[in-house]
């Protein structure tokens, strides 16, 4: 694939997660030739490779989304009506959701989900203006004054170099900025940094990072499917962090709103949060004849906070990873073993790893969910006092931002980190993504379509979810198609009054929402 003046595309994406895949979407649909790269084989990170059911808001239906993405959810239910198994009552649900999940209005398999995002790209990969490469990993990059001349990566037939006019670091830890030597942020910032009102006291502290969790399926069976008992199992059996209410392999968690002790029940009545119910993505009794139930593990129980990997040396970064699957593979076997049931017995055998709706063999989620990455130092850094209703006292709403590239809402969930810190979650207002979090201080061609973007370690909790990631990437594309365009650096269309206008009008033609509705905007979440 050949482009102007010896390039192999217009804009290089690297990671095909939510982002990823947003920002290839919205360059292609505007006319120019991408290559979209994913180091694993799987599109879609969070919502498939990582099965993480989508976190999302509660007007994510209608006002709370981009175009695309309800495009893409509404095929998803598309493709469970047009499967024969589905009940008729189920089929006749205009919002129907899958695994009746309670964290979200669409809890779904990964596979589908895939299938379904496959799909959405096929039609821009037949005419010509997307090429996806996956198994892509990126080792190095040539860099030219403030320019990202090209980026090598490793690839299943050799070594491939990929030469763009505009760079996107849609990857899942910001894995370009230190290869490109785009200055950037890792870990937890401190109060005298940023002035976030929860910020650390003392010094910033880089691996200082939020759990991750390699999630797993399981299925509600029949007989006993006891997995073999893990390597590391005495270890997790018998571990509990300083700041936990009880033994890691325990049902008692943290309340993330108040620090409580929380005791969720595994399996619990109608209407109850209950943990089976809570990421479940496959209600088995939406079909005719009823399937099992398959609920998906991204339960407190499994998150991974004894070390970061991100920024450490390959060799440390592997042995850790192991270490959280050997942790979620230690509560499986706890679970199956030894977990106290309400009769008075012990465990649950009949719960059996599900590989089928993952596409892996031992029902462990293809990769793990790791939900803090490096950041570029941006143009404009999100930060508490733009988003947190605590830190926005006397204020109603959040910022409002005159280059708004796309909205969100979450609250700033921040799960326990590798700091020795527990839960910390905090109230936000529905908030808006600025242009310049997406554009770095000194590169002029690389762009931030993912977690990457000029957030702090405390706005990530809110900006990592997977519709704003979505949004973040189909910005980016959106903004390096359209600096193309106009002959401009992406950083000139910011600063310039009349590109910035016709730049939002585009983006409202794509039906990316630059601002929430009055009623939702003061809403505190």
């Known amino acids: ?13 690297v990671g095909g997660g939510c982002g990823g895949v947003a920002a290839a979407l919205s360059a292609a649909l505007l006319g120019r030739r991408v290559v979209l790269t994913e180091a694993t084989g799987w599109l879609g990170g969070q919502l498939t490779a990582q099965a993480v059911p989508p976190d999302e808001n509660p007007w994510v239906e209608t006002t709370g989304s981009t175009a695309s993405y309800r495009l893409l959810r509404s095929r ?9 198994r589905l009940g008729e009552q189920a089929r006749a649900r205009r919002e129907l959701n899958p695994g009746e999940g309670w964290v979200s209005a669409l809890c779904a398999e990964p596979v589908v989900v895939h299938d379904v995002l496959t799909e959405l790209l096929r039609p821009l990969c037949r005419s010509g203006n997307l090429t996806i490469r996956q198994h892509h990993v990126p080792v190095s990059a040539d860099t030219g004054g403030d320019r990202v001349e090209a980026v090598a990566f490793t690839a299943p037939d050799g070594p491939v170099t990929l030469r763009a006019a505009h760079v996107i670091d849609a990857t899942e830890e910001g894995d370009l900025l230190p ?3 785009c200055e950037h942020v890792l870990g937890a910032e401190s109060e005298a940094d940023t002035g976030e009102p929860h910020a650390l006291p003392g010094p910033a502290d880089p691996f200082d990072q939020q759990a991750l969790t390699w999630c797993v399926a399981l299925e509600h069976g029949s007989g006993e499917h006891v997995i073999e008992r893990p390597r590391d199992y005495d270890f997790w059996r018998g571990y509990r962090a300083p700041f936990w209410p009880g033994p890691q392999l325990g049902w008692a968690t943290q309340e993330p709103e108040t620090g409580r002790t929380l005791r969720r029940p595994l ?4 209407g109850e949060q209950d943990l089976w119910r809570f990421r479940r993505i496959r209600s088995g009794r939406l079909y005719d004849p009823p399937l099992p139930d398959v609920s998906l593990v991204n339960w407190p129980q499994i998150d991974y906070w004894l070390a970061p990997v991100t920024g450490v040396g390959a060799a440390e970064r592997d042995r850790r990873l192991e270490q959280a699957r050997q942790l979620t593979l230690s509560f499986v076997y706890w679970l199956q073993t030894e977990a106290p049931r309400p009769d008075g017995g012990a465990g649950y055998p009949w719960l059996r790893p599900a590989g089928e709706p993952l596409g892996t063999a031992d029902g462990l989620a293809a990769a793990p969910y790791i939900r803090e990455a490096r950041r570029i130092r941006a143009e404009f850094t999100v930060l ?5 209703v605590e830190a926005r006292e006397g204020l109603a709403g959040a910022e409002q931002f005159p280059d708004s590239a796309g909205i969100g809402s979450y ?3 921040l799960h326990p980190s590798t700091g020795g810190s527990g839960y910390l979650d905090i109230a936000c207002y529905p908030f808006q993504i600025p242009l310049g ?3 770095p201080q000194r590169l002029d061609n690389l762009l931030a379509g993912g977690k990457c973007l000029g957030v702090t370690h405390l706005t990530n909790g809110c900006y990592r979810l997977h519709p704003v990631e979505w949004n973040t990437g189909e910005a980016a594309g959106a903004l ?14 910011r600063a310039r009054p009349d590109l910035l206008a016709e730049f939002q009008r585009v983006l409202t033609k794509l039906g990316i929402p630059l601002e929430w509705p009055e009623d939702v905007r003061t809403f505190q979440r």
């Open 1 to 13: 694939m050949a482009s102007a003046h010896g390039l192999d595309c217009d804009v290089l994406v």
């Open 76 to 84: 998803v239910r598309d493709r469970y009506r047009a499967d024969p």
């Open 179 to 181: 290869l490109t030597g």
């Open 267 to 270: 399996f619990g009545e109608d």
């Open 384 to 388: 508490e006092q733009h988003v947190g």
């Open 411 to 413: 609250r700033i969930d």
């Open 437 to 439: 979090a997406l554009i």
């Open 480 to 493: 390096a198609a359209f600096a193309l365009e106009s002959g401009v650096p992406p950083r000139a269309v």
